[in-house]
């Protein structure tokens, strides 16, 4: 394969590895907040706290993953994306680090402050907005180069439907995913009360699921038309996208294989991120930047890919650890004394 | 202001922010093992309940440690992006590495945390804090040979227009300024810790707590505090070497050494007059030479030697005495402390003994900031030395006076209520009680 394609294949597989486990973490943050409105709190937080408690600081080293890697790989974005995305990137940044840091102080501090808690929910909706500009301003249009400099145009941006679109369904979809990897979760802890709640909310964010994505489709034939015709060549990925999302509510409606319900969620956001990724190749940033005009040397190229493989070797066993302990010990997720 | 200099003193700040968080980051996991192991190997609880207890303080620290660092790698691109593409290009080999080493340590911190009493044998649960430390001193390490690179570009020619051939990851990685420079960030790291949690004991006993708990916490932060403070020596002196060798700017900016010579002094203290004169400092004779070179007669370059335009800012000097002056107050003391203790002596418990061991902590995080601030602002003008000026480096957008202010608002919120979290965890819950709650015999 060419380096590029290796590159960006890694890269975008960590960023969906990132948009799982954020959006489990993300979504358990607003429920727990909105529980707590809803006086609910005593159902559900115990799930979600003995979930996220260990893996918050891995969901975290996704994003870190992310972007040094795409700054290795293409170092040309650096340049682009760091001219003109200073302030909405510097505001990501800012959510990400309240949230992480209100986390750590809810949860291993010494007592549970509903400032920290919401700020804690609120800001799990509005990362995944902030962050998913990133994709939308990809497609082109709203980073303009005049000569040698690069300028950002927020006002293009913000009164895009296009825009809102994406942004809507990142939002719907960090809600969907949540509650479906929630519901599976509180099963196998054996908390019938926690899965009902958690099983609503599941079923409740479905329908604005799709209805979002069909909204992206429609407002993205607007926007970038070479796109939306690449995307109608990958059909069928988006059928089975949907094909998987069926197959998850149907288990999840008849409390069914709860585990492989939320395999199907995986599934039906893999291939429809997927679709996209590949849909929107070769350009990272459009039409400025491609995966080819921007890749690194092939010296530190082929250097990343081996560090990688490296990498990986030491990764996949130490995680693998971690879900045994955390994830599949059934000791653990029922909360067991030990 | 510009955006250059805007853009300066967010990345100073943020970074001043963040190496205190990552300082403990590095330093704190040794010193967790090593309780935890001893404690397991003396069957003796208290060292068991000094490793939990250190433990939960760590995560709030690793928490903040961890926003902060997400916020300065994606700084780096927003606030540096020609710096970021051309370094992208060359050293983004160790930036890479640094994340897996983040990823391994993140796993194994969550499964070290709570994991506590899930093991039949407790050895296995000592064995997952040797991943933490791993996984901490390696991004220590990695991220210390990229800024090493700033100092010493290596790996690489550069053509005539500017391009950059004949890339070598491997000995960009490893170029001249890192051996020592890992060296000394390590070192420093460990003896910070090590008065960081000698201090927390110090300040209990000050407050007249009796228990051997805080006297064990003090006796093995200080043997292991001696041995890295005379490490963080060495590997000073090491970076003064390299520094002679390589970058004779900034030892020379630091030392006020204007004029090449042999037999070159050390100069303590002192200020400038008009005329660039030293003045009211104490000097050392042939230190300087020794110094940089190990030898009394050998020649140190001095700084008239470099152009105008390129001579670092001259009040590093301070920066670079204070921090000489602390290492050399922490060694002292924590001899002191220990030859005392040696022979068995009371007065290992003074309460003058344990004060100076108190301020031990905040005068270490005092020589590591002044320590980054030396090599940072020694290296000016260049973002990467005798390649990139700092000018050159920095983004040319708008608003960095808004995400200045932001951030600027962001840290000393952190800083606080990080703080007053800690306190309220370690206040609601001291030590006794829970020696009592585990029934450990005192
Ligand atoms: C507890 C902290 C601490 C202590 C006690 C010392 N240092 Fe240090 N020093 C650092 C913490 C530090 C640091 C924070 O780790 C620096 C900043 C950049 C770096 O590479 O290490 C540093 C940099 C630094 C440099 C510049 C390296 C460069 O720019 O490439 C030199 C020459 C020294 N140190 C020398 C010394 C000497 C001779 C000491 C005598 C005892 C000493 N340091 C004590
Ligand atoms: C591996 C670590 C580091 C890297 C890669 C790094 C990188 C940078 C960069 C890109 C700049 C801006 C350009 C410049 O002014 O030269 C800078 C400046 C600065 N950094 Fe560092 N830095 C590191 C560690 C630190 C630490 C830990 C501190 C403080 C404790 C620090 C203190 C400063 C200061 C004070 C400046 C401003 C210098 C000036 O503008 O005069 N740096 N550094
Ligand atoms: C330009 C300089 C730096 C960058 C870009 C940077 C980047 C980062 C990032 C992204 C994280 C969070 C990783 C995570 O999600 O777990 C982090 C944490 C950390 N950083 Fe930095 N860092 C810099 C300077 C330093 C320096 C100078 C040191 C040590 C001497 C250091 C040591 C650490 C450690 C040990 C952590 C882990 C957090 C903890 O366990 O407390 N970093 N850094």
Not at chain 2, 41 to 58: E, Q, S, V
Not at chain 2, 103 to 116: H, R, V
Not at chain 2, 185 to 200: M, R
Request: a neutral charge.
């Amino acid at each position: 394969m060419q380096l590029e394609l290796i590159g960006i294949t890694i890269l975008w597989t960590f960023l969906y590895g990132y948009l799982i486990v954020a959006s489990i973490d993300f979504g358990a943050g607003f429920f727990s907040y909105y529980s707590l409105l809803t006086r609910q709190e005593h159902i559900i937080n115990g799930v979600i706290n003995r979930y996220l408690s260990p893996v918050w600081e891995v969901t975290n080293v996704f994003l870190v993953f992310f972007f040094v890697g795409i700054v290795g790989f293409f170092p040309d974005t650096a340049y682009y994306y760091g001219t003109a995305l200073l302030l909405p990137g510097g505001i990501a940044l800012l959510l990400l680090s309240i949230r992480g840091s209100f986390y750590a102080f809810a949860n291993y501090g010494a007592r549970k402050s509903r400032t920290y808690l919401f700020l804690y929910g609120m800001t799990g909706l509005f990362i995944p907005a902030s962050l998913s500009t990133v994709l939308t301003i990809s497609e082109g249009g709203f980073i303009e180069k005049r000569g040698e400099e690069v300028h950002f145009l927020p006002w293009e941006l913000l009164t895009s439907p296009y825009s809102w679109a994406v942004v809507l369904l990142a939002i719907v979809s960090v809600l969907f995913i949540s509650a479906s990897f929630l519901t599976y979760y509180a099963f196998k802890a054996g908390d019938k009360k926690a899965m009902e709640v958690l099983r609503t909310y599941a079923l409740s964010w479905s329908g604005p699921t799709i209805l979002s994505s069909l909204f992206v489709f429609a407002a993205l034939s607007q926007h970038n038309m070479q796109h939306f015709e690449n995307m109608f060549g990958l059909a069928w990925m988006f059928l089975l996208s949907l094909v998987c999302f069926l197959g998850a509510i149907i288990l999840i409606w008849r409390r069914r294989a709860l585990g492989w319900s939320f395999v199907l969620v995986m599934l039906q956001f893999a291939f429809a991120f997927y679709g996209y990724g590949i849909s929107h190749m070769p350009y990272l940033l459009y039409p400025y930047v491609t995966v080819q005009s921007a890749l690194t040397h092939s010296t530190m190229g082929w250097a990343l890919v081996i560090s990688f493989i490296a990498g990986l070797l030491l990764l996949i066993p130490s995680l693998f650890l971690l879900m045994r302990l955390f994830l599949f010990s059934a000791k653990y997720v029922r909360g067991e004394p030990k | 202001m510009d955006p250059a200099t805007l853009s300066r003193i967010l990345t100073a700040e943020t970074l001043a922010f963040h190496i205190i968080w990552a300082t403990i980051g590095v330093g704190v996991p040794i010193f967790i093992c090593i309780a935890e192991g001893w404690g397991i190997y003396k069957k003796d609880p208290h060292y068991i309940l000094m490793a939990r207890r250190w433990t939960r303080g760590f995560v709030i620290t690793v928490a903040v440690g961890v926003v902060t660092g997400t916020s300065i790698g994606l700084m780096l691109s927003l606030l540096w992006p020609q710096f970021m593409q051309l370094v992208g290009h060359l050293i983004s080999l160790p930036l890479f590495l640094e994340t897996f080493a983040f990823f391994f340590e993140a796993i194994f911190l969550g499964i070290y945390l709570y994991t506590w009493d899930r093991f039949k044998k407790p050895v296995y649960h000592w064995l997952t804090s040797i991943p933490i430390i791993i996984g901490s001193s390696l991004s220590a390490v990695f991220i210390t040979t990229v800024n090493a690179f700033m100092n010493t570009p290596a790996g690489f020619e550069m053509t005539k227009e500017g391009e950059l051939t004949n890339l070598r990851p491997l000995e960009a990685m490893f170029n001249p300024a890192a051996p020592s420079k890992i060296a000394h960030v390590l070192s420093s790291a460990y003896v910070t810790c090590a008065f960081l949690l000698a201090a927390i004991a110090a300040y209990h006993l000050l407050k007249g707590k009796r228990n051997v708990y805080f006297k064990k916490a003090i006796k093995l932060t200080m043997v292991s505090g001696l041995v890295m403070a005379l490490l963080t020596a060495v590997a000073g002196d090491l970076s003064g070497k390299f520094l002679a060798e390589h970058v004779p700017e900034k030892l020379a900016a630091a030392e006020w050494h204007f004029e090449t010579q042999k037999e070159a002094p050390l100069i303590l203290g002192g200020y400038l007059d008009e005329n660039q004169e030293v003045q009211g400092a104490i000097k050392i004779p042939f230190a300087l030479s020794i110094l940089g070179k190990g030898h009394p007669n050998a020649e140190i370059t001095g700084l008239n030697e470099f152009p105008e335009d390129e001579r670092p800012p001259l009040y590093i000097h301070y920066l670079f005495d204070g921090m000489v002056a602390i290492g050399t107050y922490l060694i002292l003391i924590s001899a002191l402390f220990l030859i005392l203790l040696w022979r068995k002596k009371k007065a290992a418990w003074n309460p003058w003994i344990l004060r100076g061991i108190l301020i031990g902590a905040p005068l270490s995080f005092a020589a590591i900031e002044m320590g980054w601030i030396y090599a940072e602002v020694g290296r000016q003008p260049w973002i990467i030395r005798g390649i990139m000026k700092v000018e050159h480096a920095a983004t040319t957008a708008d608003h960095v006076g808004v995400l200045l202010f932001l951030f600027s608002l962001l840290y000393i919120a952190l800083a606080v209520i990080a703080t007053s979290v800690l306190i309220r965890l370690f206040r609601n819950n001291s030590p006794e009680q829970e020696l009592e709650e585990r029934g450990i015999i005192l």
